[in-house]
T-cell receptor, first 115, second 119 residues
Framework: KAGVTQTPRYLIKTRGQQVTLSCSPISGHRSVSWYQQTPGQGLQFLFEYFSETQRNKGNFPGRFSGRQFSNSRSEMNVSTLELGDSALYLC??????????????FGQGTRLTVV | DQQVKQNSPSLSVQEGRISILNCDYTNSMFDYFLWYKKYPAEGPTFLISISSIKDKNEDGRFTVFLNKSAKHLSLHIVPSQPGDSAVYFCAASVGFSYAGGTSYGKLTFGQGTILTVHP
C-alpha cells in the first residue's frame, strides 16, 4: 500500500509570490491534515479536510488556504509569501471514520524556502 | 500557550536499557494521545497511541502510560536499540464532533525529545 505522497519535495520561492503544495493520502483515507514545522514553533496544525470540507482549522492567517478533491487528494496554498513561511510542510492522512480513534500517517513533507 | 510540553530536549541511553520519554499537557479536554518518531527531513512516523479511557497501551517494545490526574504521558522503549535514535514527539487531540461522528484530525505536538541510544 502506497504511503502519503507530497509534491514537490523542495521548493524555493520569492517573497510576495504564491505557492501550491500537493498531498495524495493513503488509499481509502478520507481525512487530510496539514502541519507546518519550523525550528522555533515546532509542529503546528494548519487545517484538516474530510470529504472535500474543511473540518478543523488552526491559528494561521488567511494567506494559508487549502482544498480537498473528490479523490481525497489535497492542496495547500500560501499567497503573498513571507520569509517566515519558510518551513517543512507536512501532510497527514487518516481514515477519519466516525466514532473511532484513527492514527494519522505523515508524508515526507515539502521543504519550502522563501528568499 | 504550549498545551503539550516535552521538558527534556534530549535523552541518552545505553543499548539494551530502558528509554523513558515524558510529556505533560495542560488541556484536560485532550482525549487521544499519540507518539511519533521523526528523522531529519522526513515526516513523523506513528509509533503508538492511547485513548483517555485507558492508562496503558503496549505494542512490542513500546509502551505508553497515561496518568490523567497528573496530565502526564510517558513512552517506554524496552530494550532500546541504536536504530531508535531519533526525535520523539508526543501529540494530543480533542475529539471534534461533527455530523458524521468524531474527528481527531487536529494534533497538538510537543517540542520533541532527541533520543540517542549508544551501542
Amino acid at each position: 500500500k502506497a504511503g502519503v505522497t507530497q509534491t514537490p519535495r523542495y521548493l524555493i520561492k520569492t517573497r510576495g509570490q504564491q505557492v501550491t503544495l500537493s498531498c495524495s493520502p493513503i488509499s481509502g483515507h478520507r481525512s487530510v491534515s496539514w502541519y507546518q514545522q519550523t525550528p522555533g514553533q515546532g509542529l503546528q496544525f494548519l487545517f484538516e479536510y474530510f470529504s472535500e470540507t474543511q473540518r478543523n482549522k488552526g491559528n494561521f492567517p488567511g494567506r494559508f488556504s487549502g482544498r480537498q478533491f473528490s479523490n481525497s487528494r489535497s492542496e495547500m496554498n500560501v499567497s503573498t509569501l513571507e520569509l517566515g513561511d519558510s518551513a517543512l510542510y507536512l501532510c497527514a492522512s487518516s481514515l477519519g471514520s466516525a466514532w473511532t480513534n484513527t492514527e494519522a500517517f505523515f508524508g515526507q513533507g515539502t521543504r519550502l524556502t522563501v528568499v | 500557550d504550549q498545551q503539550v510540553k516535552q521538558n527534556s530536549p534530549s535523552l541518552s541511553v545505553q543499548e539494551g536499557r530502558i528509554s523513558i520519554l515524558n510529556c505533560d499537557y495542560t488541556n484536560s479536554m485532550f482525549d487521544y494521545f499519540l507518539w511519533y518518531k521523526k528523522y531529519p527531513a522526513e515526516g513523523p512516523t506513528f509509533l503508538i497511541s492511547i485513548s483517555s479511557i485507558k492508562d496503558k497501551n503496549e505494542d512490542g517494545r513500546f509502551t505508553v502510560f497515561l496518568n490523567k490526574s497528573a496530565k502526564h504521558l510517558s513512552l517506554h522503549i524496552v530494550p532500546s536499540q541504536p536504530g531508535d535514535s531519533a526525535v520523539y514527539f508526543c501529540a494530543a487531540s480533542v475529539g471534534f464532533s461533527y455530523a458524521g461522528g468524531t474527528s481527531y484530525g487536529k494534533l497538538t505536538f510537543g517540542q520533541g525529545t532527541i533520543l540517542t541510544v549508544h551501542p
